[in-house]
Structure formats: C-alpha cells, structure tokens
C-alpha cells in the first residue's frame, strides 16, 4: 500500500480539498480541482472521497522558476489574496494513510503566524479506521473554533 494524502483546508465555515499530486521526489503538493464541503460529516466525507478517488497524479519535480511561478489552488477557490491572508483566519488538517495507521495531523500557527502541524492534536488511527472516525475530529476540532467562521469576502 502506497503513502496516500488528502489536505483538508477550513477557511470561513467551508471545507477545501485540494487533489494531491505527488512529485517524482515523493513530496505531495496541491493541484485543481479543489473540491469544496460543507462542515458536515456527509459532505466531508463524499469531498474527501473525492479527492482520494483522483489518486495522486505524479509530476516531474519543479524547477525553482516553476515553484516561484506557481499559483496556489486553494487561494484561487478561496479568492483569497495570499497564503498569509489563509493561515490567519483557516486551518488545515492533514489526513494521511499508511499501511500501519491512519493519522491526523492539525495545524496551528507558529510565532511568526506560518501553520505548523500541533503535536498535542495530532490523532493515529488503526490502518482499517472508517473514514467517519476521522471526520468526526476535524468537525469537533472546526466547530471549536469560531475564527474559522468568519465571513468570506465576496
């Protein structure tokens, strides 16, 4: 069984997940289309099965050129104008399943307001856990946290 990723993105009470794409280096990145959800557990689960469905399409490793050149897909479903502008006000949650487990990892922000993965919320699952397990915690960790509701600019 392969590594595989899904990126859950919760800015201003919805769900962003970005297919994962994953370089010939095996890093993972973000690429169209960015699915979105509702915070609910239906709508989370289908968007997240979604972007697992996609499979992880591989792509040669970027030059330097290309990575400074590259748009972010979640800004662009978002109509946010740059990263720091989501960090401030969103979060991510990491899924990521591997032979052994299934972990969740939750972003917070460090000192200078960059999302860090929180050690202290970090969640390891049995490799066979259903998905709802998973969902469950990334709504209980969003419905705890009122910034993450704000209203998105038009």
């Given at each position: 069984?392969?590594?595989?990723?899904?990126?859950?993105?919760?800015?201003?009470?919805?769900?962003?997940?970005?297919?994962?794409?994953?370089?010939?280096?095996?890093?993972?990145?973000?690429?169209?289309?960015?699915?979105?959800?509702?915070?609910?557990?239906?709508?989370?689960?289908?968007?997240?099965?979604?972007?697992l469905s996609a499979g992880h399409p591989?792509?040669?490793?970027?030059?330097?050129?290309?990575?400074?050149?590259?748009?972010?897909?979640?800004?662009?479903?978002?109509?946010?104008?740059?990263?720091?502008?989501?960090?401030?006000?969103?979060?991510?949650?990491?899924?990521?399943?591997?032979?052994?487990?299934?972990?969740?990892?939750?972003?917070?922000?460090?000192?200078?307001?960059?999302?860090?993965?929180?050690?202290?919320?970090?969640?390891?699952?049995?490799?066979?856990?259903?998905?709802?397990?998973?969902?469950?915690?990334?709504?209980?960790?969003?419905?705890?946290?009122?910034?993450?509701?704000?209203?998105?600019?038009?």
């Open positions: 069984m392969q590594l595989r990723a899904v990126i859950v993105i919760v800015w201003h009470g919805q769900a962003y997940i970005p297919v994962q794409a994953q370089y010939e280096s095996g890093l993972f990145t973000s690429i169209e289309p960015v699915l979105t959800a509702g915070l609910t557990a239906d709508e989370l689960m289908s968007a997240v099965r979604a972007a591989r792509l040669p490793n970027p030059t330097r050129e290309e990575v400074r050149r590259r748009k972010d897909p979640v800004l662009k479903a978002t109509k946010v104008r740059s990263v720091k502008e989501l960090m401030a006000s969103g979060t991510s949650y990491a899924i990521s399943w591997t032979p052994n487990e299934v972990r969740l990892d939750v972003s917070s922000l460090d000192s200078k307001g960059r999302w860090i993965n929180d050690p202290r919320k970090m969640r390891s699952f049995r490799h066979d856990a259903p998905l709802e397990d998973v969902v469950s915690l990334i709504l209980e960790d969003a419905r705890s946290r009122p910034e993450l509701f704000g209203d998105a600019p038009q």
